[in-house]
Nanobody, 114 residues
Framework: QVQLVESGGGLVQNGGSLRLSCAAS????????MGWYRQAPGKQRELVAL???????NYAASVEGRFTISRDNAKSTVSLQMNSLKPDDTSVYYC????????WGQGTQVTVSS
């Protein structure tokens, strides 16, 4: 049974930091690209950051330089370090795994107060 379980969301002030983690199970983690998406109320889900199975990373322009994605294949986890958070970063953040098919976590709420 595939599971992606996010943790680390919460409420933080403008300019603060949070670290999201995603624990994966039920599939061969090391061969999957892993990423984080987010969706704010009334908006489309958007890619925040992606790390390939080889460790290459891509970021949305809006988070470049503030967010860092990393993966630990030994622990089957992917993390998102978020610094200099802004109110516009307020969203539900979803962990994502993709190879041929794709898997999604249930999401974790991040709220940045102004």
């Amino acid at each position: 049974q595939v599971q992606l379980v996010e943790s680390g969301g919460g409420l933080v002030q403008n300019g603060g930091s949070l670290r999201l983690s995603c624990a994966a199970s039920g599939f061969l983690f090391s061969i999957y690209a892993m990423g984080w998406y987010r969706q704010a109320p009334g908006k489309q889900r958007e890619l925040v950051a992606l790390v390939t199975k080889d460790g290459s990373t891509n970021y949305a322009a809006s988070v470049e330089g503030r967010f860092t994605i990393s993966r630990d294949n030994a622990k089957s986890t992917v993390s998102l370090q978020m610094n200099s958070l802004k109110p516009d970063d307020t969203s539900v953040y979803y962990c994502y795994a993709k190879r041929v098919g794709e898997y999604w976590g249930q999401g974790t709420q991040v709220t940045v107060s102004s």
